[in-house]
């Protein structure tokens, strides 16, 4: 009994440790934010003041009108990159509040945030159906953090075709228990991996745009005036 209760404890400590992450990184979001938006305004300012003393300087003499320019300049465009930094910064904290509230969910059952690697399902497969290695609630989703599509398939190997060599087994139990003590080193790693994952998403929706057939492909009316245009447009051409 005590050991279950020190187990649940275990658990209710991990939940509200991540919780706790959770919690500090939107706090730093939230006041990265209210700096980014002061930001705005100093970025503003700065270019209207610097316009007004280019313009006096330019209708006063010409030449010196270069000096509000270079320095208004020059400021305007430091501010412009450290906003981008900050909101870079702050695209990385909203990162990780996502990877601690889903830790959170998991710790107290909720996988579903997670991929379930579903569509690695073999039929065939000797005994994946029967230990429900993928889909919903299964061993992948519970272990999955992966963040590329490359790396749910070395997950959905490893499953499905267990490394038999104990040196390789022991070493990927070693890096396990390792990187279990770095959760920062793990949620820095995630939070990189996540951009990664946006920009597939968005490029596999561009190819899929892509892929799909046009409703004027059909229409002759649309296959004569793509002939067409290009000969008048060389029409007009020679003619002007």
């Known amino acids: 009994m005590d050991s279950e209760e020190n187990n649940l404890m275990t658990s209710r400590q991990r939940i509200e440790f991540y919780q706790q992450r959770a919690k500090n990184f939107d706090a730093q979001q939230q006041k990265l934010q209210r700096k980014i938006r002061i930001m705005g305004w100093v970025r503003l300012v700065c270019f209207l003041v610097g316009a007004g003393l280019v313009y006096y300087a330019f209708t006063w003499q010409p030449v010196w009108s270069v000096v509000p320019l270079v ?13 981008k930094q900050w909101q870079s910064q702050k695209a990385r904290l909203a990162t990780l509040v996502l990877i601690n509230e889903q830790e959170a969910k998991a ?3 909720d996988y579903s945030q997670f991929h379930n690697g579903l569509h690695f399902l073999d039929p065939q497969h000797a005994y994946a159906n029967d230990l429900d290695t993928f889909g919903d609630g299964s061993i992948f989703q519970y272990l ?3 963040s590329s599509p490359q790396g749910r398939q070395v997950l959905a190997n490893w499953l499905t075709a267990p490394s038999k060599d104990i040196d390789t087994i022991e070493r990927r139990q ?17 939070t990189a991996g996540h951009g990664l994952e946006e920009s597939e998403k968005e490029q596999e929706g561009l190819e899929e745009w ?4 046009s409703r004027y492909s059909r229409s002759t ?3 004569i005036l793509l002939i067409a245009m290009p000969v008048l447009t060389i029409s007009m051409i020679i003619i002007t």
Request: aromatic content about 16%.
């Open 210 to 213: 892509l892929n799909q057939e």
């Open 144 to 146: 999955n953090r992966t």
């Open 174 to 190: 070693n890096a396990v228990s390792e990187l279990s003590e770095k959760t920062d080193f793990l949620q820095d790693f995630r």
């Open 107 to 109: 710790l107290a059952g």
């Open 221 to 223: 009316f649309y296959r």
């Open 71 to 83: 320095l208004f300049g020059g400021c305007f465009i430091y501010l412009v990159n450290l906003d």
